[in-house]
């Protein structure tokens, strides 16, 4: 009898310390659907190759221990059809893009998403911050202004579309489409060849650039398509911190100023993994733009540089035009107000409207492949300028069939009347190496006019290979007031480099820079 009291006391006292522990794991499961139920950030993305140690016969996705909980996941995604978007490429979701993107705006790591399978117009905004950070607008549709001037509304400015303004920690990505609807801007008669009997007409002719960052920083740019775009394709303003990778650009070799990507007065930024083919520039960088690398970018077939005023260049789809102006368009000539609506820069360029000072420093472009173009490593200064362009590397740079395949010009200019100046932006501190390809014969395949009064020094050239793509050679490279060091021998022979350093030759910081 003694024993099986014993035994009903053990029972009781195992239902007891069950029912206790059922009761401990209920409360842990209710705090943690609190916990969920707060947070309105989303979970990190899983890693690309995940590595499973689970049996092999385990289900491909683990069941939810907790399936009752909460979904929080969407709870910082703003689907812009939630908010009124059609995205039937007709009614205009303008509204609907403003909404959302107010409502992302003011929580932390907000989505703004343009889903698949839709097209979406709009027309000439600004999303503007300050926000929260971690903001991302996820275009995976597509996105679209008005059909042409025509159809562009008067109210808004035909200088610029997307405008991204004051913003901080910002990405905009998606595997979604940017569409211009370039043609009807090109075709207007105010451009090079389009008016009658292939004149071009006087008058006013602002087209709009597609994208806009201006004065914001810490800014990711990735996995986009943009094509099209009736001016610039992209353009950075006065930002520091910037990130573009795997892009995809373009437009027709004739689109008449189509840069692929602009950027001026802006520090800090790679470009990386991207392919870009337009009528136009394919990277260029104005003044202002310091600490620039360029990274495993194609560029071409284009169209090549037709008449480009001031701003620095990587070029049109040469890979890079260096532009430090000397002219009109600077911030240091122009109001920061002035500067949130550029003008094309065809009209821009006269001779001595303005003698502005340029400064572009620490630009790296490496493994890159430029086809079919005007030009390729191109640096061009306006006469009459100051300020300095130093420190800039071409490394591993593969040409075909490549017009002015290197180029320094200090006389640059967009007409005939210009006379020579005495002051001029200094160039010094480049680099060529390892470039390599054929060359259009033309032109002689290297080309150095340095300024009379200011020469060029500190070029090095290394591995410098260029052979015709077909035919003869035309002419032997031309330098002028050029010095600098052949570290290997140069195809062709580029004799005319003067070895050493001129004996007047100043410090970077005696230009202003």
């Known amino acids: 009898m003694e024993s099986i009291r014993e035994l009903l006391l053990i029972l009781l006292a195992v239902i007891l310390l069950v029912q206790n522990l059922s009761n401990v794991e209920a409360r842990y499961h209710h705090h943690k659907k609190q916990k969920n139920k707060g947070s309105t950030v989303p979970p990190p993305a899983p890693p690309e190759n995940p590595v499973s140690s689970s049996p092999s016969y385990s289900p491909s996705v683990p069941s939810d221990p907790y399936p009752n909980d909460p979904v929080n996941s969407t709870d910082c995604i703003f689907d812009v059809r939630d908010y009124g978007a059609v995205g039937d490429g007709s009614a205009d979701d303008t509204a609907a893009f403003r909404a959302a993107w107010k409502a992302a705006c003011a929580v932390e790591a907000g989505v703004v998403l343009a889903p698949s399978d839709y097209v979406f117009k709009i027309t000439s905004t600004i999303f503007s911050g300050p926000c929260k950070p971690g903001l991302v607008f996820q275009l995976d549709g597509v996105l679209m202004p008005p059909d042409g001037p025509d159809t562009w509304p008067e109210a808004d400015s035909r200088k610029q579309w997307l405008v991204f303004y004051k913003l901080d920690d910002m990405t905009f990505t998606g595997k979604g489409t940017i569409e211009g609807n370039g043609q009807p801007w090109w075709d207007l008669p105010c451009k090079p060849h389009r008016g009658p009997n292939g004149s071009t007409s006087s008058g006013p002719c602002d087209s709009p650039a597609l994208i806009r960052f201006f004065m914001s920083s810490n800014l990711v740019v990735s996995g986009l398509t943009i094509q099209n775009s009736p001016q610039f394709h992209m353009k950075f303003d006065g930002c520091e911190g910037v990130m573009i990778d795997k892009l995809s650009i373009s437009s027709p070799k004739l689109s008449p100023n189509t840069d692929g990507i602009h950027i001026e007065n802006t520090k800090s930024v790679g470009i990386y993994n991207s392919m870009i083919s337009n009528g136009d520039d394919c990277i260029s960088i104005g003044t202002g733009c310091s600490d620039v690398d360029i990274a495993d970018v194609t560029c071409g077939p284009s169209h090549g540089i037709r008449k480009k005023a001031v701003a620095v260049t990587i070029t049109r789809c040469n890979i890079v035009d260096f532009q430090p102006p000397n002219a009109p368009r600077t911030c240091c000539m122009r109001k920061r107000k002035e500067s949130a609506a550029f003008s094309d820069y065809e009209g821009i360029g006269s001779l001595g409207a303005h003698y502005s000072q340029a400064c572009v420093s620490n630009i790296t472009v490496r493994n890159a492949i430029i086809r079919e173009s005007d030009n390729g490593l191109r640096i061009k ?133």
């Open 381 to 513: 200064t306006w006469q009459g300028g100051t300020g300095c362009v130093s420190d800039l590397s071409f490394e591993n740079i593969q040409m075909e069939n490549v017009r002015n395949c290197i180029n320094i010009d200090q006389y640059y200019c967009l007409s005939r009347e210009c006379l020579n100046q005495t002051s001029a932006v200094f160039v010094t501190g480049i680099t060529y190496r390892n470039i390599k390809g054929t060359y259009d014969v033309r032109t002689p395949p290297i080309h150095f006019a340095c300024s009379d009064t200011v020469p060029c020094t500190k070029i090095t050239m290394a591995e410098v290979e260029l052979l015709p793509y077909e035919g003869q050679l035309l002419d032997d490279p031309f330098c002028w007031n050029a010095y600098g060091t052949q570290e290997t021998l140069t195809i062709p022979p580029i004799d005319c480099l003067q070895e050493g350093e001129p004996q007047s030759e100043q410090e970077v910081s005696a230009y202003g820079c």
